[in-house]
């Protein structure tokens, strides 16, 4: 698999690719899909729905990596909070989390249990896959998911989760290590049902300041990574922590792939962290709306790495608005132009 020998720090024929989001709104097959099955949360937890929309972006785009159709908040659901997707508002907890009591009634061995229908879709999106293509398990990092889980809906400001933070650390400490335990187990056991490649999403990475990101966000993020390094030391493990430009240089950990958020200029995290690791990333996503935006941008991040130790991807997911047209011309420009690049290097 192209894909893993790139994440494992090996030459390759070509950058392979793949897009955050890749199975989503933006697809008619997606939709169309999405529309035998009332809610989301049902849909997720319906394997064989869910395996096949895993599987459309590599039959429509012939992308490099499949990653699993699921969700980071399936873990907080199924640890026993209330959960649902509004429609034009997104997830939004009923009973935001606020204390200690409300903690204790959640159970992460009952969530590794219960998710039994996402190890269900990779078991089935694994033997449907060519097996020159990687399949991707993935969970929300610790700190991502505590704010939605205290915030109780996507935030701006991330208010309450601050508040806890500075005011109570202990507290958030206490939920940080409940997930952390939770997600060690969620992402072996997704291992075991077929992933061969790990990614942990820090969506709201770039909310905290450095100190604070590292304590409360890093040191689980990896302590994650060591876990499965331990158990699984050949399955590469990606991070991904966007929105942090300013620190993302200072960040160290036993991973493989470093997913560069579009907000970050790629040349210097390649000058200080690329030797350590394979970067991932990072075309800014709205390019994908301009054929002309995607050639230049694409051209700017090869001419940078070299098509060596890089996954190309975008800087964060595609949004639902692109056409699929733009995406395969981002698919298939990256493959020929990294392919012409390597050549001519040898
Ligand atoms: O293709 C893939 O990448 C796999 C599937 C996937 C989804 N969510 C499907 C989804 C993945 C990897 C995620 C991760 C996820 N979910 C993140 C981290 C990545 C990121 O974008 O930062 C976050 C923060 C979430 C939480 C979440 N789920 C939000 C904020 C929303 C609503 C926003 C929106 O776009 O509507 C979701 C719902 C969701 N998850 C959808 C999809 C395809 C849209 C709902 C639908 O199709 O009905």
Redesign the pocket.
Request: aromatic share 20%; hydrophobic share 40%.
């Given at each position: 698999m192209i894909f893993i020998d790139a994440c494992l720090g090996k030459e390759t024929e070509y950058t392979p690719v793949w897009m955050?989001?890749?199975?989503?709104?933006y697809l008619p097959q997606y939709r169309a899909l999405?529309a035998t099955t009332s809610d989301?949360i049902s849909f997720c937890r319906d394997s064989a729905k869910a395996a096949q929309a895993t599987l459309q972006p590599i039959d429509e785009l012939d992308v490099d990596a499949a990653?699993i159709?699921?969700?980071?908040?399936v873990l907080p659901l199924e640890m026993g909070m209330d959960l649902s997707?509004k429609a034009g508002e997104?997830?939004v907890f009923a009973k935001p989390l606020s204390e200690l009591k409300a903690l204790d009634k959640l159970s992460g061995d009952r969530a590794v249990e219960k998710l039994s229908y996402v190890y269900e879709a990779l078991k089935i999106a694994r033997a449907s896959l060519a097996p020159n293509k990687a399949l991707i398990g993935?969970c929300?990092a610790p700190w991502?998911l505590a704010t939605y889980m205290i915030e109780g809906r996507?935030s701006k400001t991330y208010e309450k989760s601050k508040k806890m933070l500075y005011s109570n650390p202990q507290l958030l400490h206490s939920i940080l290590r409940k997930l952390t335990n939770a997600l060690k187990d969620y992402v072996c056991e997704q291992i075991k049902a077929g992933a061969n490649a790990i990614q942990i999403?820090d969506?709201w990475a770039g909310a905290l300041e450095f100190s604070a990101y590292y304590e409360f966000a890093w040191s689980y993020i990896k302590e994650i990574c060591a876990h499965i390094k331990k158990e699984y030391p050949n399955v590469p493990v990606i991070v991904f922590p966007?929105g942090i430009g300013g620190f993302i240089t200072k960040l160290d950990g036993d991973f493989d792939v470093l997913g560069v958020g579009w907000e970050c200029d790629i040349a210097s995290v390649k000058n200080s962290l690329g030797a350590k690791y394979v970067l991932q990333g990072n075309l800014e996503p709205a390019r994908l709306f301009d054929k002309m935006a995607i050639e230049d941008g694409v051209d700017e991040i090869l001419g940078v790495m070299g098509g060596k130790r890089h996954i190309m991807n975008l800087g964060?997911?595609i949004t639902p608005d692109v056409s699929v047209e733009h995406a395969r011309h981002f698919i298939n420009y990256t493959r020929s132009r990294s392919k012409e690049l390597i050549k001519g290097k040898k």
């Open positions: 955050m989001r890749q199975a989503g709104r999405r989301f990653i159709f699921s969700d980071i908040l997707f997104g997830p993935f929300g991502t996507g999403f969506s966007k964060h997911g």
